[in-house]
């Protein structure tokens, strides 16, 4: 059995999507699992560069099957249109390709409105979403009113579902927020002729899921944002609304947790975070502008710059409990290449006392100053390293460093943006 989960350790952009396209190859199917177009899965083949937001990163590898997931919340439009852009790059994707859980929970447009009038009301302590109605969206899916992709099919269902909606969110954006209202009208005939391009993907994918589990047909699950984005066990209320640990591999697609066999953890050799938020290892001097203008740290969904700072092991340490990680991927190791040294925050120092482990109540962190470690950095370039060995000495001290510290062996490294530059010393798919 290998069903290996690949999540963020950090606040998302960790890299993901390539990790997930590099090991496509040794999967025969790719499941997106939580979030929605708020992710931004950028991959770059043979120069060729690809930004996924909504379909799962394998989809550019021909012959695998792509899942979205139960627990992903759909923007039809921004599906189509991704098709779309998919298509015109020359991938093609089709219902024997791509499957959608008719589980999953749509947004729609009253979800955008109201992720932008709650942020705008927030004023100066908004969380800096993505304003593509994530939250909203998953308000309506717990809330038991939210309508599915299954839904479309049964227009009487969906008019009565929509009706009730729009009625309900339109009061809420007229008399709360004094922001725009929706016609019911245009939306029922938008969503249902969406519906009819929605069709051919649309599954029963649970059992589609358990067939390829029962004939060890490996599947790989694909993360979105990153641990600390996660709705219970991130830097609440900082965070994205879904469960963004490996945890939510499960709930979100229907596989149970006796049938995952590895966690791999994408990592930064640094970190980032877009959005407002506590942040302990920002840096605001000119190496969190080296990490920032090397690293090219704009988002790739919103285009927004990216705070910067130095590899947080407090982070990581959480990431590994709340996700049982088995092993690390290290991405962007090339970035520190030219620092004289490189620092990685062991600890926080709180009114006096240090702390180990992330505090419960995740404001803590905001007034938590970081204890550093600091190594020596190296000047040469890793780029073209393709063993662990061709590194120069001092980057592999570090990336043993943080091996050490965190207790996890890294099993892949990343030292560029191609599929390439990739250094792989442990394939979980292999051996499982
Ligand atoms: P939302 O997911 O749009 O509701 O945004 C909530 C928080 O998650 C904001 O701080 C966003 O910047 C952050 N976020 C959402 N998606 C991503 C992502 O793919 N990468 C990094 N941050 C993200």
Redesign the pocket.
């Given at each position: 059995m290998a069903n290996v989960i690949i999540i963020?350790a950090q606040?998302?952009?960790e890299g993901k999507g390539k990790i997930v396209d590099l090991l496509t190859e040794h999967a025969e199917m790719v499941v997106r699992f939580q979030?929605?177009h708020?992710?931004?899965?950028t991959l770059v083949i043979g120069g060729k560069k690809y930004v996924l937001h909504l379909v799962p990163s394998g989809i550019v590898r021909p012959g695998k099957l792509c899942v979205i997931g139960n627990g992903v919340v759909l923007d039809p439009q921004a599906f189509l249109d991704e098709l779309q852009a998919l298509a015109d790059l020359g991938v093609l994707v089709s219902g024997s390709n791509l499957k959608i859980s008719a589980l999953t929970n749509l947004i729609m447009p009253y979800h955008r409105e109201l992720?932008l009038a709650r942020e705008k009301r927030k004023g100066r302590g908004k969380?800096?979403?993505?304003?593509?109605?994530?939250?909203p969206a998953y308000e309506d899916k717990i809330a038991r009113r939210g309508i599915r992709v299954d839904d479309l099919f049964n227009r009487q269902v969906f008019e009565d579902k929509l009706r009730e909606n729009v009625a309900y969110h339109n009061f809420m954006l007229e008399n709360f927020y004094q922001s725009p209202t929706f016609s019911f009208e245009t939306m029922r005939d938008d969503y249902l002729r969406m519906g009819d391009a929605l069709s051919p993907f649309m599954d029963d994918v649970v059992n589609i899921l358990d067939e390829y589990a029962a004939a060890q047909r490996p599947i790989l699950f694909e993360g979105?944002?990153?641990t600390m984005?996660d709705v219970d066990h991130g830097t609440y209320p900082?965070?994205?609304?879904?469960s963004t640990v490996a945890g939510g591999a499960c709930t979100g697609t229907g596989v149970g947790p006796t049938r995952m066999s590895a966690v791999l953890a994408v990592v930064k050799a640094y970190t980032?975070?877009?959005?407002?938020?506590p942040f302990p290892t920002e840096l605001t001097d000119s190496v969190g502008e080296h990490l920032a203008s090397v690293g090219h740290e704009f988002?790739?969904?919103?285009g927004?710059a990216?705070r910067c700072g130095w590899f947080d092991m407090v982070v990581a340490r959480h990431a590994a409990r709340v996700n049982g990680i088995t092993g690390l991927v290290v991405t962007k190791l090339d970035v520190l290449d030219g620092l004289k040294t490189v620092k990685v925050c062991v600890a926080y120092h709180r009114n006096g006392r240090r702390l180990d482990t992330m505090p419960a109540n995740p404001a803590i962190l905001d007034v938590c100053e970081p204890i550093y470690e600091e190594m020596p950095g190296w000047s040469e370039s890793t780029a073209h390293a393709r063993r662990f060995e061709d590194l120069p000495q001092a980057a592999q001290n570090y990336v043993r460093q943080l091996e050490h510290l965190s207790r996890l062996p890294v099993d892949i490294l990343s030292v560029g943006p191609d599929r390439e530059q990739t250094i792989v010393m442990k394939n979980p798919f292999q051996g499982a």
């Open positions: 963020g606040w998302g952009d979030g929605g708020n992710a931004g899965h992720d969380i800096g979403t993505t304003g593509r109605g994530i939250g979105a944002q990153g984005l900082f965070v994205t609304s879904s980032t975070r877009v959005g407002g938020g988002g790739a969904t919103t927004r990216r």
